[in-house]
Each structure stands twice: as C-alpha cells, then as structure tokens.
C-alpha cells in the first residue's frame, strides 16, 4: 500500500513542469525528414523576424534617434554613437539572415546561421541598454516582446533558443548590478520580475509550440505511411509483392485509351510457370510459395520502370511493355525465358529448377476493347504449352 501511494505521488507532477524540463521529441529515422520539411516555413519565419525587427530599428533610428543627432545634442554624444553603430551592426546582421537565409540548404546550418543572428541582435540590445539607464519600465517591455520573440517566434533548437534569450537576461541582470545605485528600488525589481516571467512564459510556451508541430508531423507521416500501406495492400499481390490483377488491368486500360489517343502501341506478355503444380505437389505449398517469389523478384530486376508486371492468379503472369512493338516485345520475352531457365529457387526442400512459357501479342487497332487483347495473349501462351512449354509465342 505504501509502495502503491509513493507512485502515485512520483506520477503526480504538473504536465506543464514535465513539458519545461522534458526536451523536444527526437523524432528517430523521421528526423532529418521533419527539418528538410520544415526547413523552408522556419527560413520565411526568420525572414519575417527579422524584417520586423529592421523595420523597427530603422524607423527608430531615422525618426527619432537622426534628429537628436542632427541637432548635435550634447547630452551624451558618446552614449549616442554607441547605440548608433550599435543598431547599425544589428541592422547589418539583419540583411545578412534576411538575404543569405535563402542559399543555405542544410538544416544544420539554417540553425547555426538563425543563432549568430540572434546573439548579435541581443548583444545590440545589451548595448544600447548600457548606454540608456532611464525609463526601466519601457526597457523592460521592450525586454520582454524581445524575450518572448525568441522563444516563440524564432524557429530554432531548443538550445539555440535559449541561448539568446538568456544572454539577454543576464545581460540585463548584470546591468542592473553595476548600475544598482543608480537605480530606483521598485523599477528594478518590476524589471528583473517582467525577465523572469518572460523566460518562464516564452519557454513554456515555446516548448509546448514545437513539441506539438514535430508529434504534429510525426502523426501526418505516419498517415501517409499507413495511407501508402493501405494502397500497396489494394494493388499488389500479397505473396510476391507483383500488381494484383486489379491494378494490372486499371493500367493496361490505361495504357490502351492513350494508345487510341496518341496511336503509341505496346505489347503484353501472358507468363506461366510450367507444370508449377508438380511443383507443389511434390515438394509442398512453401516451396512453390519461394519459387513464385523468386520468379518475380528475378522479373522485376530485368524489366524497366514503365513496365507493368502483375500476378493474374496462380502460376500465371502478365506483363505490359509500353512503347513496344511485337519485334521487341518477342525479344523481351526471349531473354527474361532464358534467364528463368538457367536460375534455381531456394527453398526448405533444396535448390528448383523451373522453366516459364510466354504468350505475346501486340495491341492493334482493330482490337474494341482489352478483352480482345487479353485473349489474343492467352491463346499465345496456350499456344506455347501445347508446342512444348518453355518457349515463346504471340498472336
């Protein structure tokens, strides 16, 4: 009982604890998939950050830091060109991410590049906040939409997240020690509060934000995996991994109403392993089951990638040789015969032999429909079993 209520208690933790201490899910295999997916929406996000951001500065600088220039203000002319080149370096840095985001390929090094980008905008900041110690309450607004942007709206590893924000924030905190005297007690304790509340907000937030868009994507990948799954099991023959008759015929239909559009031809082989019943009959299910499976990995590796190569039913066999005619199609059949004829199956009950017969027609234009070519290819192939198997004829 006791065990009991110490799990209980170990188990009883706040999700949102568990979600800022947890690190974002590493998606495995998927992975370098998500970045290389996600790679160009987080480059435009930068973009737009960034652009943000250099409107910002400029319409700071332009409106209203260039007329106190302008006038020659006395009042800290020093102070005043620091925070100009100051701003003119993050606006550089700027330009840099805002026009070099686009050339670079490499998840790895859009990260890398977002980092440097943010660290030099918030070393900026630090100065400009050096040489402006009034007004904290404004400060510390502005510290906090430049805190929460990093957490949230700079699309970047965890990591690489933090590492600016926190610069900023002890930037700041270090500011404050070095000018405490100089500080008012309850603006600088509003000041360190709005920092650390921003750091606690923008990273739970922010954690919450990307774990969900990578379990978002693993669960949309896993969709599409399961959708593909679902149509190989529709389309291919379950034994051997060949079409089934179905998709078989959807493209030969297909390819038949675009022979009758464009008059390209093709040809169609009917394939049947000879006397394959022996086969099971002697040496059991299995073995023909790995000779089947063996005859169409060995058709698949010789065949080209428009061809169409299906399992009807059985022992037989049909495949679909677009933009080819009869010659070839014969040639085709010749070579993949003799190849069958020289290969052995592996299986439980030893090394098999076995020779295929093959039936060829081509389509012509006389021919209403495919089922007056299906059976032009059938009566080939009966035409090649009652001249002896193991042989090539067409119709």
């Known amino acids: 009982m006791a065990e009991n209520n110490l799990i209980e208690r170990k188990n009883v933790v706040p999700g949102w604890l568990k979600l800022a201490f947890q690190p974002e899910p590493y998606l495995g295999d998927i992975e370098e998939a998500y970045q290389h997916t996600t790679q160009p929406e987080d480059a435009r996000q930068v973009r737009l950050i960034a652009g943000i951001y250099l409107v910002a500065v400029v319409v700071y ?65 630090l100065v400009v906040r050096l040489t402006w110690l009034e007004d904290f309450y404004y400060q510390a607004s502005l510290d906090v939409v430049l805190i929460m942007a990093i957490y949230m709206a700079v699309p970047n590893k965890f990591i690489y997240r933090l590492a600016p924000a926190w610069l900023l924030t002890l930037g700041k905190l270090l500011l404050f020690v070095i000018f405490r005297d100089s500080i008012p007690l309850v603006p600088l304790l509003s000041s360190i509060l709005a920092l650390l509340l921003a750091n606690v907000m923008g990273l739970l937030i922010s ?26 099991l529709e389309t291919t023959d379950a034994l051997t991994g060949a079409l089934n008759r179905r998709r078989f015929l959807e493209i030969l239909n297909r390819e038949y109403q675009r022979y009758q559009r464009t ?63 009869i010659d070839k199609a014969l040639e085709a059949a010749e070579r993949l015969r003799a190849i069958c004829e020289t290969m052995t199956a592996n299986t439980e009950a030893g090394e098999l032999v076995f020779t295929v017969s093959f039936g060829a027609t081509e389509v012509q234009q006389q021919d209403e429909s495919i089922d007056v070519l299906l059976s032009r290819a059938e009566q080939a192939l009966y035409k090649a079993k009652e001249n002896g198997r193991n042989r090539v004829e067409h119709s």
């Open 207 to 232: 954690k919450w934000l990307y774990t969900y868009r990578r379990l978002g994507y693993k669960a949309q990948y896993n969709e599409r995996l399961a959708a593909q799954e679902v149509e190989r």
């Open 263 to 325: 008059s390209h031809g093709f040809s169609l082989l009917f394939i049947d392993l000879d006397h394959f019943k022996s086969i099971n009959d002697i040496y059991g299910h299995t073995a023909g089951d790995a000779v089947l499976m063996q005859f169409v990995e060995k058709i698949q590796t010789h065949i080209r990638k428009i061809d169409a190569f299906a399992r009807l039913g059985g022992e037989e066999f049909a495949l679909l040789l677009p933009e080819t005619g």
């Open 61 to 125: 600088v332009f409106i209203l830091l260039l007329p106190v220039i302008l006038a020659g203000s006395a009042a800290g002319g020093g102070a005043m060109g620091l925070q100009t080149t100051a701003r003119f370096v993050a606006v550089v840095a700027c330009l840099a991410i805002i026009l070099g985001v686009g050339r670079l390929h490499e998840p790895r090094q859009l990260q890398l590049a977002t980092l440097v980008w943010a660290l030099v905008v918030v070393a900026a900041e």
